[in-house]
């Protein structure tokens, strides 16, 4: 047993009051030394914590004791140490920011189980895989010929999904981290007029659960100080530094504040060029390690 579990949960389902639940678990959570992100809203809860086993599972028996949560799935991941800097419990509008402009509700009557995900790739080659990620997340690993959707935000996903119009009348597989964008990408794609849509119920961390690097390539991204998981059997590394190419999963900021975008950065590179600590966008702007805005950095030191 991993003595830092690390859990990731998520369900639609109606919260009246959030501000109540958020207050609760706050209580609970700060009491037994767990730290994480929850964000709560009228439409359900997405979290992930980490802490002593003991109170992980106490946390996990607590929300399992809400009617509301009792069905609740967790993924469950181990860290030799607790993965956040802190406790935040939030209420937001959305548990996940699709911003779409049109209501959606979740998709939850199309999910493939891993075992008729993996079935499905193997037996039906007319299927389409589409990464629903970050493209940053995308780059430590996918499934084997996935077309990863060219994002930085989950937002941007509405606004990107015109690009994707010619699979409109294919068979489209979707994924992600742990399956709670795919219920919101989902019913954008079907309101979009995709005409078969289905998703991996549990995500890349259930599919790996059962099934390891079978059809995938590289490390599982996750918003932690972990950065990235893997499984060692049968890995195939597919990332690498945006700058010398070499392999990597070492995710840094941009340096430059304004910007602060997330991509791979090789700990050689960084050593050979202080300016390799840029983006490569930015780099090309002509922005370099003496001129770069490191207005927060510099406010938090």
């Not at 992100?37 to 399992?64: F, K």
């Not at 299927?127 to 990620?133: F, H, K, T, Y």
């Not at 392999?247 to 060029?273: G, M, Q, W, Y």
Request: glycine share 6%; aromatic share 8%; with cysteine.
């Amino acid at each position: 047993m991993s003595a830092f579990p690390v859990i990731l949960f998520y369900k639609y389902v109606p919260i009246d009051e959030p501000a109540i639940l958020v207050a609760a678990l706050k209580t609970f959570c700060a009491e037994r030394g767990i730290r994480g992100r929850v964000l709560i809203a009228e439409e359900g809860i997405n979290g992930t914590l980490s802490g002593e086993a003991d109170a992980i599972h106490a946390c996990v028996a607590w929300l399992q004791a809400d009617s509301r949560f009792h069905d609740m799935e967790f993924k469950w991941s181990d860290s030799e140490t607790i993965p956040f800097p802190r406790l935040v419990i939030k209420m937001r509008p959305e548990i996940v920011t699709l911003q779409a402009d049109r209501p959606l509700t979740a998709d939850q009557d199309n999910h493939l189980t891993p075992e008729e995900w993996k079935r499905t790739i193997e037996e039906n080659p007319d299927i389409v895989l589409v990464d629903v990620r970050n493209r940053y997340e995308s780059a430590a690993g996918h499934f084997e010929g996935a077309i990863a959707c060219d994002i930085s935000h989950f937002r941007e996903l509405p606004d990107y999904v015109i690009k994707l119009d010619h699979l409109k009348d294919k068979p489209v597989l979707m994924y992600c981290t742990g399956g709670i964008r795919c219920e919101k990408a989902s019913a954008l794609f079907r309101s979009e007029g995709f005409r078969d849509v289905r998703q991996l119920h549990g995500g890349i961390i259930k599919y790996q659960e059962n099934f390891g690097n079978e059809h995938w390539l590289g490390e599982c991204f996750v918003f932690d100080d972990r950065m990235s998981t893997r499984v060692e059997e049968g890995l195939k590394q597919v990332g690498s530094c945006a700058h010398t190419g070499r392999p990597s999963t070492r995710f840094v900021n941009c340096l430059h504040d304004p910007c602060h975008k997330l991509f791979i950065l090789s700990e050689e590179a960084e050593e050979e060029n202080s300016d390799y600590q840029l983006c490569p966008e930015c780099l090309a702007a002509g922005i370099t390690h003496q001129t770069a805005d490191r207005g927060k950095q510099a406010l938090q030191s």
